[in-house]
T-cell receptor, first 113, second 115 residues
C-alpha cells in the first residue's frame, strides 16, 4: 500500500541553525511529492512540489527539498531557520494520478531562541 | 490516533443541485476546521477556516454564498456546494484540530463530479 512517513513528530532547532525534515514514501511509480506548512491558526500553505526533472526543488521561504529515488525520500531543508518558521510541516503524495493525497503525520518544528 | 471522518467519499450530482459534505471528528473536539479544494496535480487550495460556533472565514476569491460552511458543533462541520456546476467538480478535503497546539487531522476527501 502507498504510504508517506514522517518519522519525526517534533523537532527542535535553534534559531539560525540548519534544518532537515524527513519524509519517506512508498509508491510504485515516480511520485508527485509535496511539502506543506501549517502555521498556528492558519491553513495549509504549499512550500514546494516535485513532479519531475531536477531532483532538487526550490520552494518559498528559503526551503528546498531533494527527491532521492534510491532512498525513497523527499527531505525538506533550510540552511538557517527563523523563529517564524515554527509551524507544522506535512509531506504528501497523491494516492492516484490526479487527486487524493496521502499525508504524512506531520512534524512540528520548534525554534529555540 | 485521532480521526476525521468525511462523507461522502464520492458523489455525482446534476448541474443546479446542491451537495452537502460532512466532516466529523470522531475522537477529539475540532475547534477549528479547514476546508480545501484540490484540482488534478495541483496543491490544495484553502477555501475557508471555521471555528466552532462562528461564521467561517473565506479566502479571497471563494464565493461564500456558493460554498456554505457550517460548524455548529465541535464534532461536525459541513460544506454545502449550492447550485453546483461542472466547474465545481473537484476534490474537497477537510482538516480539523483541537486547540492551537494539537495535531491537524485530515479527512479522506470527497470527489465531486457535477454532470
Amino acid at each position: 500500500a502507498q504510504s508517506v512517513t514522517q518519522p519525526d513528530i517534533h523537532i527542535t532547532v535553534s534559531e539560525g541553525a540548519s534544518l532537515e525534515l524527513r519524509c519517506n514514501y512508498s509508491y510504485g511509480a515516480t511520485p508527485y511529492l509535496f511539502w506543506y506548512v501549517q502555521s498556528p491558526g492558519q491553513g495549509l500553505q504549499l512550500l514546494l512540489k516535485y513532479f519531475s526533472g531536477d531532483t532538487l526543488v526550490q520552494g518559498i521561504k528559503g526551503f528546498e527539498a531533494e527527491f532521492k529515488r534510491s532512498q525513497s525520500s523527499f527531505n525538506l531543508r533550510k540552511p538557517s531557520v527563523h523563529w517564524s518558521d515554527a509551524a507544522e510541516y506535512f509531506c504528501a503524495a497523491p494516492m492516484d494520478s490526479n487527486y487524493q493525497l496521502i499525508w504524512g503525520a506531520g512534524t512540528k518544528l520548534i525554534i529555540k531562541p | 490516533g485521532a480521526v476525521v471522518s468525511q462523507h461522502p467519499s464520492w458523489v455525482i450530482c446534476k448541474s443546479g443541485t446542491s451537495v452537502k459534505i460532512e466532516c466529523r471528528s470522531l475522537d477529539f473536539q475540532a475547534t477549528t476546521m479547514f476546508w480545501y479544494r484540490q484540482f488534478p496535480k495541483q496543491s490544495l487550495m484553502l477555501m475557508a477556516t471555521s471555528n466552532e460556533g462562528s461564521k467561517a472565514t473565506y479566502e479571497q476569491g471563494v464565493e461564500k454564498d456558493k460554498f456554505l460552511i457550517n460548524h455548529a458543533s465541535l464534532t461536525l462541520s459541513t460544506l454545502t456546494v449550492t447550485s453546483a456546476h461542472p466547474e465545481d467538480s473537484s476534490f474537497y478535503i477537510c482538516s480539523g484540530r483541537g486547540d492551537g497546539n494539537s495535531p491537524l487531522h485530515f479527512g479522506n476527501g470527497t470527489r465531486l463530479t457535477v454532470t
